[in-house]
């Protein structure tokens, strides 16, 4: 038996893989194509034992590369630098050859209403009843503004002993207000007077009907009041102040005066909040007579209090 006997002083190991698969390779092919060779006294076509042994000394190590993860950053190339020329040619067309049709478009201006500052009703009805009411108003002005309004209405008779169930309503009010930048002065007057008779009495108990001015009431009102305000919507601050008076009196020598100051002022804290101040005063002074002779009763009339009833004959 023939021995090959393979010496190998180093090995080199690259990433994890041994070389000793290709030395062995060599090895074998060697003994291969030696036995495959001729030979005297020999036959041809056999091969022949041989053993082989490989010896390592030597193991080569290459230490663990460091690799690079950062990106290569390469310079963007300098622009390059350039002078531009420009030229701006004149082009005029002929005047001949141009026909604009221009349209210009406006907005319509937004028309007030309008506004009647008079008006005036008539009627007529039974039991000579008279119907009359008049609104004579000024119309829209920046600087005043004024107003009468007049009512009347009345009955010549009724349906219980013709003038003894009569009625009269007449009443008239007139204002006004004087406008300076965001204030107001403004007065008011009013006046009425109102006529009624007693006929709800028995005629049962009486032999005749009472004469209609015995069973007559007559009630006079008047009214006056001059006031200043604050005619800004807008305005932070509101107030308005007033001082008036008031006197009532009846056909029995009944009176009233009323002497009244009034004031109201709001500020505006916020959209949505607002601090008011709200007060009134009034001085009262009435008038009435004591006792009424003969038949003593009580009637009530509209706008009053109970009085004593005067007597019937």
Request: glycine share 10%; hydrophobic share 30%; proline share 6%.
């Amino acid at each position: 038996m023939k021995r090959l006997e393979v010496i190998k002083s180093s090995f080199t190991s690259i990433g994890g893989r041994s070389l000793l698969a290709a030395g062995l390779s060599g090895a074998v092919a060697f003994g291969a194509q030696a036995q495959g060779q001729p030979g005297k006294g020999k036959p041809r076509g056999t091969i022949q034992d041989a053993e082989i042994e490989i010896v390592k000394d030597r193991v080569n190590t290459l230490p663990e590369a460091s690799r690079n993860f950062e990106k290569i950053r390469l310079d963007p190339p300098p622009r390059p630098t350039r002078q531009v020329t420009y030229t701006y040619p004149d082009f005029r067309l002929p005047a001949t050859r141009l026909n604009p049709s221009v349209q210009v478009l406006t907005v319509a201006q937004e028309e007030l209403e309008p506004l009647t500052g008079n008006y005036l009703k008539l009627g007529l009805g039974n039991y000579g009843t008279v119907y009359g009411r008049a609104h004579l108003h000024s119309t829209r002005n920046d600087q005043y503004s004024y107003g009468l309004d007049v009512r009347h209405q009345s009955s010549a008779t009724g349906p219980v002993d013709g003038k003894n169930s009569g009625v009269s309503q007449t009443s008239a009010t007139a204002t006004g207000e004087y406008y300076k930048g965001t204030t107001a002065l403004g007065a008011a007057l009013d006046i009425a007077r109102d006529t009624y008779h007693f006929y709800g009495y028995d005629r049962t108990r009486l032999p005749d009907a009472p004469d209609a001015d015995a069973i007559k009431q007559t009630f006079t009102r008047f009214g006056v009041r001059a006031y200043a305000r604050n005619r800004a919507p807008d305005a932070q601050l509101q107030y308005e102040v007033g001082l008036g008076f008031k006197h009532f009196s009846d056909s029995y020598n009944v009176t009233e005066s009323n002497f009244l100051l009034d004031g109201k002022a709001g500020y505006a804290l916020s959209e949505t909040s607002r601090l008011t101040l709200d007060a009134q005063g009034s001085l009262i002074s009435d008038k009435q007579p004591a006792v009424f002779g003969g038949l003593s009763a009580t009637w009530c009339a509209p706008a009053t209090s109970c009085r004593p009833r005067p007597p019937m004959s």
